[in-house]
């Protein structure tokens, strides 16, 4: 009787600590009023400031398992109301990684354009700490890397999804991404809901669409439609 209890006992252990496949909710809130804050004196960002909530906020989510991952939205809040154009989420852009393969390929859409992004996932340099917290119900470690030179990535990943995926197009870690943190983009991602159901083949089959691009090409695109707006381009 107590090896059967036993046996059952780290069977249900094992289930709950290593999940290979689920669905993951994240809050993802912006502070629109921080990027206007250096500006006391500008009376115009003042009224914006009064006019505009001081964050937004949606839910995207994560299905994965083993082999893939997508990420796009799960729902937008109808109660916000964005100060910043273009910062309205777009419910046909989507992430999905092959994370056997190596690849990623993203549906963006950038102002009137619709681009299809693929390559290969990128890699990040992650610097793993000491410090831990509990998302979702889950333990979770942190870890930095920076992006664009200098601008500073914060994750916490758990083991107990040993999935190397997370928000956006990030991973690499020795897990899944529970929470995110860009504070040069005010904005984070906080899992708040996961379930251990399966995914599809049509999760993972969306129907994307748009001018294919690797990355080095959309950011010659970019730099070249934004090329006269100074600093802010």
């Known amino acids: 009787i107590i090896f059967s209890v036993s046996l059952f006992g780290n069977k249900l252990c094992a289930q709950v600590q290593f999940i290979q496949s689920g669905k993951i909710e994240f809050e993802k809130k912006t502070n629109q009023h921080a990027p206007l804050q250096d500006e006391p004196d500008n009376i115009w960002n003042a009224e914006r400031m009064k006019a505009f909530p001081k964050f937004v906020s949606d839910t995207y989510e994560i299905k994965f398992n083993n082999n893939k991952s997508v990420y796009k939205l799960a729902k937008d ?27 990623s390929v993203t549906q963006k859409e950038v ?25 979702a119900g889950f333990e979770c470690r942190k ?26 197009s990030f991973g ?45 090409q959309l950011t010659a ?10 600093k802010e381009g």
């Not at 109660?79 to 999905?96: E, F, L």
């Not at 102002?111 to 998302?135: G, H, M, P, Q, V």
């Not at 870890?143 to 956006?168: L, N």
């Not at 695109?221 to 100074?230: I, P, Q, S, Y």
């Open 77 to 103: 809040n109808p109660n916000n109301r964005y100060m910043i154009w273009g910062g309205k989420p777009v419910d046909t852009d989507a992430t999905i990684q092959d994370l056997k393969q190596g690849t």
């Open 221 to 230: 695109e970019l730099l070249k439609g934004v090329k006269d707006w100074g």
């Open 143 to 168: 870890a930095v890397t920076r992006i664009c030179d200098s601008v500073v990535v914060v994750a916490f990943y758990t083991d107990q999804i040993p999935v190397s995926a997370g928000p956006e």
């Open 172 to 216: 690499g870690l020795p897990g899944m991404i529970l929470g995110l943190a860009i504070p040069r983009l005010y904005t984070t991602w906080f899992a708040t809901k996961v379930e251990l159901t399966e995914p599809t083949n049509n999760d993972f089959n969306l129907r994307q669409k748009g001018k294919t691009v690797n990355r080095t």
């Open 111 to 135: 102002f009137e354009n619709t681009y299809l992004i693929k390559d290969s996932s990128r890699t990040w340099e992650w610097k793993i700490a000491d410090e831990t917290r509990e998302i």
